[in-house]
């Protein structure tokens, strides 16, 4: 009985192929292909600079965008910090949250909480507050300074100050090359640092 179906007839019955390819022009071509392009140029965005130098200077922008937020907070360079800190003459404030400074900390650092409990007893000493690139901490430093304890803000953070040589320790107080960075824009810890976040 097939056999008498018209050879026309017969393709109409077959069943119908999936045609991989560009859509058909529908219009859906071009804006699907512009939207793919974006998302890649996007995921491009989002890795960090393959050189210390070019994370050093991404640093200092994501800072230098951040900073117009706390106005009133009196800041401090990396370089002088750790001038002072090696001199003994610095108190080092960690603004992070606790799930941060279980992974690492600046040598010496104390938590908000313990510091407040007592400023007057860092008399004498600048206080320096610092998070991951300087934003948390800058708001804290602009706090405190509104309440009249004088606080300086790490300008651009603990990455700042990685890329200006300093170190950090683990919870325990020994050297360590892990930093948690807060997510996947601050990734940009000099390279021979473990990023985590």
Request: net charge positive.
């Amino acid at each position: 009985m097939i056999d008498q179906i018209h050879p026309n007839a017969r393709r109409a019955l077959r069943p119908a192929r999936t045609v991989i390819g560009p859509p058909a022009a529908s219009g859906r071509g071009p804006a699907l292909l512009l939207t793919v392009a974006l998302l890649l140029a996007l995921a491009a965005c989002r890795q960090p600079p393959a050189d210390d130098a070019a994370r050093q200077q991404r640093v200092a922008a994501l800072y230098a965008d951040y900073q117009p937020k706390f106005p009133e907070a009196p800041e401090i360079a990396p370089a002088q910090a750790l001038e002072r800190w090696r001199a003994g003459t610095l108190v080092l404030i960690d603004a992070r949250s606790p799930e941060e400074q279980a992974v690492s900390r600046l040598p010496g650092a104390m938590t908000e909480t313990a510091f407040l409990a007592d400023p007057a007893r860092y008399a004498g000493k600048t206080a320096v507050a610092y998070c991951t690139i300087g934003y948390r901490s800058g708001l804290l430093a602009q706090s405190l300074a509104q309440q009249g304890i004088p606080v300086a803000n790490l300008a651009g953070g603990l990455l700042a100050w990685l890329h200006a040589g300093g170190t950090l320790v683990d919870a325990e107080g020994r050297p360590t090359r892990r930093v948690h960075v807060y997510g996947r824009t601050w990734d940009l810890a000099p390279l021979a640092y473990e990023a985590v976040w």
